[in-house]
């Protein structure tokens, strides 16, 4: 289990720092240039996963692409290996055969370059009921578990209380003290706290295990406008059987069968 790591104590940054709201005029002949920026995608490669010492496949040449800034969304029966795949995406475990990695496109879906690996500094992943795994006393130690807890110089843990300071504003805990105890927090707060925890690390791609589940109503309510917001800047593959509920999020969705074979489909609500 995890060890007792020095905790920072730094303060969130004081001033509030508008995210790059400058606008730009261009006058007279003076043309605004399009860059052409292009996309990347998370890309599943028939990924196959055999626990180690046994003979059964949890997954069969399971494949699915998801691009950034989008909101994929995996349902199924229970047992078909749907934390499976999101273990290994967090690098928990690494495939038997197949690949995962990222692959850039331009504007006109051509691939532009060699895929990368997926990195598992990368991607931060919720387990189902998150709030069961808090150890620390005070949000605070929650949120910055890990992180160096004395002679870090001043640009640094200004960085450092930069990123808490951004990681609660996006989940709307901006204004508790930081001093409470996680579990003193309501249900679906404890939900926020657990995705900030992950973002503090700014991840590329946020895995979300059941994040409705065992709330109640107002709870799974905020959460879910919660993930409509964080979805216009991250990316985010959820497993979750609440399809109704997340069905105005998602971008792409794939059924789970059994023997862990995946298959894009709409949702069935
Ligand atoms: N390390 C392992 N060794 C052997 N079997 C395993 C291992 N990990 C998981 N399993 C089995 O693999 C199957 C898939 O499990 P998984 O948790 O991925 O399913 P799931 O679709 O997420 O189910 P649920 O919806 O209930 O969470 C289950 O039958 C589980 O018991």
Not at 30 to 52: D, F, H, N, W
Not at 216 to 232: E, F, G, M, S, Y
Request: with cysteine.
């Amino acid at each position: 289990m995890l060890g007792a790591a020095p905790v920072a104590a730094f303060p969130p940054a004081v001033s509030s720092s508008p995210v790059n709201k400058m606008t730009r005029r261009f006058s007279g002949s003076c043309r605004a240039q399009r860059i052409s920026a292009g996309y990347s995608q998370l890309e599943v490669r028939k990924v196959s996963y055999r626990p180690p010492g046994t003979e059964q496949s949890l997954l069969n040449q399971t494949s699915l692409s998801l691009p950034e800034k989008s909101f994929g969304l995996i349902f199924g029966r229970s047992g078909s290996g749907k934390t499976t795949l999101l273990q290994l995406l967090a690098g928990l475990s690494e495939p038997t055969s197949g690949s995962i990695c990222i692959q850039k496109y331009d504007d006109s879906g051509n691939p532009t370059g060699l895929p990368e690996l997926l990195a598992s500094q990368r991607v931060g992943i919720v387990f189902q009921f998150p709030e069961r795994y808090f150890l620390s006393d005070t949000i605070l130690e929650e949120v910055t578990f890990g992180w160096p807890r004395q002679k870090a110089d001043s640009l640094l843990r200004g960085q450092l209380a930069l990123k808490l300071q951004n990681a609660m504003n996006s989940v709307g805990l901006s204004t508790i003290a930081l001093d409470e105890h996680p579990q003193s927090l309501s249900g679906g707060f404890k939900r926020r706290l657990a995705l900030a925890i992950q973002l503090v690390q700014t991840p590329d791609l946020l895995l979300l295990d059941e994040p409705l589940a065992g709330l109640d109503w107002k709870a799974r309510a905020d959460v879910v406008n919660l993930l409509k917001d964080l979805k216009k800047d991250h990316t985010i593959l959820v497993v979750s059987h609440d399809l109704r509920e997340l069905y105005p999020l998602v971008d792409r969705s794939w059924r789970m069968e059994m023997g862990g074979v995946l298959k894009e489909e709409p949702l069935p609500v």
